[in-house]
């Protein structure tokens, strides 16, 4: 067995599932370091890094960012200060090429995934949360159409501005985002699987019997319990 810490966990779950949520509390419990992929690239075209000026010449180009370049992001992230206990991988690695290039490198510092957490929502549940979300016109406030609805149907508590549904959840788009999701993570789904590195989580559940859920099979890969 590899040392207990670092920890490194991967996070995955479907849009709407409640992940970063999760996440952000598990960084607050565990001291784990969120680490997401998004942030770590606009951080990087931000501060115009070597890294982020090189991601840019192939986004310019309209090409993808080779799988190299978004792992010496994650690699020199993880080098961090907060990243000294662990970290929470979010929305990396996205290809099998990258699981594997993750291992590598987690190898050659003589550490490895501790566990891979996957929430999991029925596609029913996760469109009725997605596709209920309402916006005010005039004040940006948010309200859900079942789970925090106005007090009058489409008018805006606050400001007495029109609600209305973003094109982002929209019935298609909301489809279309869960069939990248799985098309994307089925296979590296697989490949923890059956490196039997994963937990399902039903992600279903109240957000505080989800974080307990996730608490527990962490706690028990790092400390035995
Ligand atoms: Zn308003």
Redesign the pocket.
Known sequence: MTSTYPAYLIFIGPPGAGKGTQAAMLEKELGLKQVSSGDLFRENLKNQTELGLLAKSYIDRGELVPDGVTISMVQDRMQRPDCARGAILDGFPRTLEQASALDGMLAGQGSRIALVPVLTVDDDALIARLTGRRV?R??G?TYHVVFNPPRVESV?D??G?ELYQRSDDSLETVRNRLYVYYKQTSPLIGYYYAKDLTTFIDGSQAIEVVRQALLDAIQTVLHGK
């Open positions: 005010c005039n004040c406030a805006c606050a400001c501005g």
